[in-house]
Nanobody, 122 residues
Framework: QVQLVESGGGLVQAGGSLRLSCAAS????????MGWFRRTPGKEREFVAT????????DYSDSVKGRFTISRDNAKSTLYLQMNSLKPEDTATYYC???????????????WGQGTQVTVSS
């Protein structure tokens, strides 16, 4: 089992930045690819970004490419999402997830955090 806890969400103005963190405990963090997803009420979970276990591969949704950066520190068992140039449409609950595949599909992830709310005001 892997336990994931997100933090760093909050309220920010459009154009601002936030850095989300996801602290992992339990099994070896570096065994897993990691991803960030987001959800708004009434919508499906949306892929944001993913990273391989050793950071040699990353992938982003088109909606965040060039603005968001995913990274990880295996020594600290922590995943990050640096979000710059935030837009009101980025408002959502953000979830980190762990799995064996570098993937943009939620079904491929086995472990999920509880989420952290990001609200971007216009």
């Amino acid at each position: 089992q892997v336990q994931l806890v997100e933090s760093g969400g909050g309220l920010v103005q459009a154009g601002g930045s936030l850095r989300l963190s996801c602290a992992a405990s339990g099994r070896t963090f570096s065994d897993y690819a990691m991803g960030w997803f987001r959800r708004t009420p009434g919508k499906e979970r949306e892929f944001v970004a993913t990273i391989s276990w050793n950071s040699d591969r990353t992938d982003y949704s088109d909606s965040v490419k060039g603005r968001f950066t995913i990274s990880r520190d295996n020594a600290k068992s922590t995943l990050y999402l640096q979000m710059n140039s935030l837009k009101p449409e980025d408002t959502a609950t953000y979830y980190c997830a762990g799995g064996v595949l570098v993937s943009n599909r939620p079904i491929t992830y086995d472990y999920w955090g509880q989420g952290t709310q990001v609200t971007v005001s216009s």
